[in-house]
């Protein structure tokens, strides 16, 4: 299919704080909005953003538009979604300002770019791929909740392979995954 462009998958709706906000005010909205970053805006214009790693470690008090990031990566509305990916993991960052005519028109994030480019999970078995899992273990931290990871190992695995065949042995590992989405969340 045709891959689709920024302004099909960003949220127009945003939180934006102003740059007098604190740090404590900016640490309240994220946690009720349950969002990583936040642009910080005069009127319509993209000043900087503020994320939950800017926060660390800073005084309450302190004033969101001294520690924000500047020098933003930003992208244009009509781009593919591609794009925006390889500027997310060029710059290391999860989600990417959208700016037409020098105005914020919304946030792509990272997550929804790979949800729709369906790198999300293994298409034998469904499960999310390491970098997915890295990601939403990674998301859920930012928004608090505690994070158990388990690794299971199907010992000997290779002999299935060997002696019944690959057909058989895409059979027994999708039956395994089949079990594990649903004992898992």
Do not use: C
Request: overall charge negative; charged content about 25%.
């Amino acid at each position: 299919g045709d891959v689709k462009t920024v302004r099909q998958l960003m949220r127009p709706e945003m939180i934006t704080l102003p740059r007098d906000a604190s740090v404590a005010a900016a640490m309240r909205a994220m946690l009720e909005h349950r969002v990583g970053a936040i642009p910080v805006v005069e009127g319509h214009r993209i000043l900087g953003i503020i994320t939950t790693r800017d926060l660390l470690g800073q005084a309450l008090y302190r004033l969101v538009g001294d520690i924000m990031s500047t020098g933003l990566a930003t992208i244009g509305p009509d781009e593919p979604i591609t794009t925006a990916y390889q500027i997310m993991e060029a710059r290391d960052v999860n989600q990417l300002p959208v700016i037409e005519h020098g105005e914020l028109i919304g946030l792509v994030t990272r997550l929804e770019i790979l949800q729709e480019l369906g790198k999300l999970t293994d298409p034998l078995t469904g499960l999310p791929w390491p970098g997915t899992l890295r990601q939403r273990a990674a998301e859920l931290l930012q928004q608090g909740p505690e994070v158990v990871i388990v690794f299971i190992d199907l010992d000997r695995f290779r002999l299935v392979n060997k002696r019944f065949g690959h057909v058989v042995g895409d059979r027994l590992i999708t039956a395994v995954a089949a079990y594990l989405l649903r004992a898992t969340d």
